[in-house]
């Protein structure tokens, strides 16, 4: 029960931190756009590693 509640309560403030991110760079697209764009570099990067 303690692992389902964490688990939710990590979800829940990972997908909170991200919004509230969004809506605080919304005035600077293209920072929102980079962010995106390193992100998914890290995510491409993490993926070539495993395999």
Do not use: D, E, K
Not at 14 to 37: D, E, F, K, N, Y
């Amino acid at each position: 029960m303690a692992y389902a509640a964490g688990f939710v309560l990590g979800t829940s403030m990972l997908h909170a931190i991200g919004v509230l991110s969004v809506l605080t760079l919304a005035r600077w697209p293209t920072t929102v756009r980079t962010a995106g764009v390193a992100t998914s570099l890290v995510g491409m990067a993490m993926a070539v590693q495993a395999f």
